[in-house]
């Protein structure tokens, strides 16, 4: 069975740091392009930031950029996603999501089940 688990998420104050982790079970991550997404509540799932399967192409919502940064460890079949001077705007579910396919986007077929994360003092 193929399926990615999320990982990390928590409490944290406005100006902290958290790594989420997205690891994959059943399956290797090296061909596939993994995205991180997010829902607050009340709102829609947007894209985060996405990385494709040799980590050459990244990019970020316009929302987080500067703050944080995607990167892959293929050989601990992980992808983590580094979120630094969080924001209370950033509260979420995070869920990350993989394809064999580039750019990132709701069409793809692996999603984790998600890990909250919450910014406030």
């Known amino acids: 069975q193929l399926q990615l688990v999320e990982s990390g998420g928590g409490l944290v104050q406005p100006g902290g740091s958290l790594r989420l982790s997205c690891a994959a079970s059943?399956?290797?991550?090296?061909?596939?392009?993994i995205g991180w997404f997010r829902q607050a509540p009340g709102n829609g799932r947007e894209g985060v930031s996405c990385?494709?399967?040799?980590?050459?192409?990244?990019n970020y919502a316009d929302s987080v950029k500067g703050r944080f940064t995607i990167s892959r460890d293929n050989d601990k079949n992980v992808v983590y996603l580094e979120m630094n001077n969080l924001r209370p705007e950033d509260t979420a579910i995070y869920y990350c999501?993989?394809?064999?396919?580039?750019?990132?986007?709701?069409?793809?077929?692996?999603w984790g089940q998600g890990s909250q994360v919450n910014v406030s003092s």
């Open positions: 990385i494709s399967a040799s980590g050459a192409s990244i």
């Open positions: 999501a993989g394809d064999r396919i580039f750019p990132c986007g709701e069409w793809f077929a692996l």
């Open positions: 059943g399956f290797t991550l090296e061909h596939y392009t």
